[in-house]
């Protein structure tokens, strides 16, 4: 056996070899910190499915998301659980809501230093838990969501957000919204649109962190995991309705997918780190099974690697605290 001419193994051998050489990088300012506020609570209160992470008072949220703009993480998405729900969930578009309030309460104490974004999604806020209002036969009815949706966005930019993040996965919902924020003045609130939204189990843990009431699943609007054609589909739709960013959700299971999104669009495109794809590393890290840090590195690394320009995850602000760099 002849030796090897080419050694690829020469470009691994120093730690320093090996960052000068690394393809794929992670700044704070491409993170997004993903956090829930609840109504009515003296404290926070943990969620068991996700370790580490809380159902937040008006106060430690604001306290939390002043440490994600000290970290100089790019912003916080927020999502509010009002104590009273309904069949339209109606509490969505109080302009005195949990979510309304904390989007103005965050604002005031970061102002420009970190981005506010908002959910916009009605399934916090109904009492069958789906993200739109029903049919009298039990189907979400599109437009009449959209509609909401469209109130809902322009009481989030008058309370703050820079940008608002429609999730629900109805049609038009990005139009309808550009219209609003347009008509009332709010040229310049951006619009995230979580254009690629799958029907996952991987928003099992979420389900717990916003007390979600749903029955059944949602696969009559969020999209088939078996199809990538028509998340194309639906991300060219988003970005002529004027969806700024666009985002693909869950991350792990569908890298293939937010490769695709990247060399399709010219818009920037997120991706979101959910829940589950969390709860199962804090598992198997809890467990022994699996070595914690090292594994969310390499989560961070496989999604931006994919092509996501920004990540929203939960582990945003520990990832920044603890000095870990990619
Ligand atoms: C809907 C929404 C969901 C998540 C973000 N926005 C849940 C769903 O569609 O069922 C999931 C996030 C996560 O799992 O981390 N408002």
Known sequence: ?????????????????????????????????????AEGLREPRPISAMPGVVQHTLDTLSKAAVQAADAGLAGVMLFGLPETKDAVGSEA??????????????????????????????DEFTDHGHCGVLTPSGLVDNDATVELYAE???????????????????????????????????????ILAYAVKYASAFYGPFREAVASSLTGDRKSYQQDPA?????????????????DIVMVKPALAYLDVIRAVREAVNVPVAAYNVSGEYAMVEAAAAQGWISREPAINETLTAIRRAGADIILSYWALEWVHRGARL
Do not use: K, W, Y
């Open 1 to 37: 056996m002849t030796a090897p001419i080419i050694r690829p193994r020469r470009l691994r051998t120093t730690p320093v070899m090996r960052a000068m050489l690394a393809e794929t990088t992670l700044q704070p300012r491409q993170l997004v910190l993903p956090l829930f506020v």
């Open 93 to 122: 578009l109080n302009p005195d809501g949990i979510l309304n309030r904390a989007i103005a309460t965050v604002r005031s104490e970061v102002g420009d230093d970190c981005l506010v974004m908002s959910d916009v999604c009605l």
């Open 152 to 190: 809902m966005a322009v009481q989030h930019a008058a309370a703050g957000a820079h940008l608002v993040a429609p999730s629900g996965m109805m049609d038009g919902q990005v139009g309808a919204i550009r219209q609003a924020l347009d008509g009332a003045g709010a040229q310049d609130v951006a």
């Open 227 to 243: 199809n990538v054609r028509d998340a194309l589909r639906e991300v060219e739709l988003d970005v002529a309705e004027g969806a």
